[in-house]
């Protein structure tokens, strides 16, 4: 059996969870590509992550998470540092920092239960010669 949350029958490398959190098909390694995070430098040097999230009523805020339905979806970046162990240090949610403004723009776009949700920081973040990565870590809402 390979239907648990972190399986991955496709073999696409995209784990259940996150095939259903972006309501992607996940017994078909079908591209959707539009439907996972983008990250861009604005040229105030902001940055914008933007990602789809499912459409249903949202608790929550860019900075703690946005649980929705059974899901959380919590924005980070990271400027490459890593712990002692190796792992990446990632920044925002749960508490440990407030890199985004709170209300994200949301838009409804493909009629698929996504929307998508746009995220802009508060503040200029490093500059072009810093590396910077962002991700949506999704966790069930337990
Ligand atoms: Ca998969």
């Not at 496709?10 to 259940?16: E, K, V, W």
């Not at 992607?24 to 040097?45: I, K, R």
């Not at 649980?67 to 890593?82: A, M, N, T, W």
């Amino acid at each position: 059996m390979r239907r648990g949350p972190g399986h991955d029958p496709d073999d696409d490398y995209l784990p259940n969870l996150l095939e259903y959190a972006f309501q992607m098909n996940p017994s078909t390694g079908q591209s959707g590509a539009a439907a996972l995070p983008e990250f861009a430098v604005n040229e105030d040097g902001t940055v914008t992550m933007t990602y789809c999230q499912i459409d249903a009523p949202t608790e929550g805020s860019a900075n703690t998470g946005f649980r929705v339905q059974d899901l959380i979806y919590i924005p980070q970046i990271s400027f490459g540092d890593r712990t002692a162990a190796g792992e990446f240090i990632w920044i925002g949610g749960e508490g440990d920092g407030e890199v985004f403004e709170d209300a994200p723009a949301v838009e409804r776009f493909d009629g698929k239960g996504l929307v998508r949700v746009a995220l802009k920081s508060r503040e200029p973040l490093g500059n072009s010669s810093q590396q910077m990565f962002g991700r949506i870590l999704v966790r069930l809402n337990e």
